[in-house]
């Protein structure tokens, strides 16, 4: 059974192909314009004469607007093929074996969303926590990364000092690994990680 993993949550917009168990191969994109719809073409590109049973999504936190296209990619291909469409979040793509670690990013409006793992394990829900509240909601052994560095670099270098590894971008790869690890932890039912309540107009 071939899957085909997509992460387009960050700047790192990339695929990776899996044929059971093993990752067969994987490409980071290094699409400008993330809204344009070259990322398509080169995708099709890269399943070109694979048949493909699975398609995993990375759900964010991160690019809405990246998400939604890579999931409506998807759910289009999944209508012309019967494949499955399942999804993961994207800061699993950044876990590490045997070591806790907090994945926290940039939320906007003061407040920072984080991701707890031991080793290859998501611990609880991605919750949010302001600048305040941060350093409290970090398990003190976690060492801590970001993939929004170009944003809060500085205030998490301050916040955990040695403990603060510096950025790094998910990967449709590093979701791969991630689930070959962890197959129970895929959604069967893929949306993307909702920060913040949709705000009804008034």
Do not use: H
Request: charge should be negative; glycine fraction near 10%.
């Amino acid at each position: 059974m071939k899957t085909l993993f997509i992460d387009r949550s960050g700047q790192a917009q990339s695929l990776c192909l899996v044929d059971d168990q093993t990752i067969v191969r994987a490409e980071v994109l290094g699409i400008a314009d993330g809204r344009s719809g070259e990322w398509v073409q080169r995708t099709q590109d890269f399943i070109a004469d694979e048949t493909i049973s699975r398609m995993v999504v990375g759900l964010g936190p991160g690019s809405f607007a990246g998400i939604r296209a890579a999931l409506a990619f998807c759910q289009g291909y999944r209508a012309g093929s019967g494949c499955e469409v399942l999804g993961l979040p994207s800061p699993c793509a950044l876990a590490r074996e045997g070591e806790p670690l907090a994945v926290v990013g940039d939320a906007r409006q003061g407040r920072f969303w984080v991701a707890l793992f031991d080793g290859l394990r998501l611990v609880g829900q991605i919750f949010q926590a302001d600048a305040d509240t941060l350093p409290l909601r970090v398990p003190l052994g976690a060492k801590v990364i970001t993939p929004d560095d170009r944003r809060i670099d500085e205030l998490l270098r301050e916040t955990f000092d040695e403990r603060y590894l510096g950025g790094c971008q998910p990967t449709a790869e590093g979701l791969a690994r991630f689930a070959i690890a962890n197959p129970g932890a895929l959604s069967i039912d893929p949306l993307p990680v909702y920060l913040n309540p949709a705000v009804r107009p008034a």
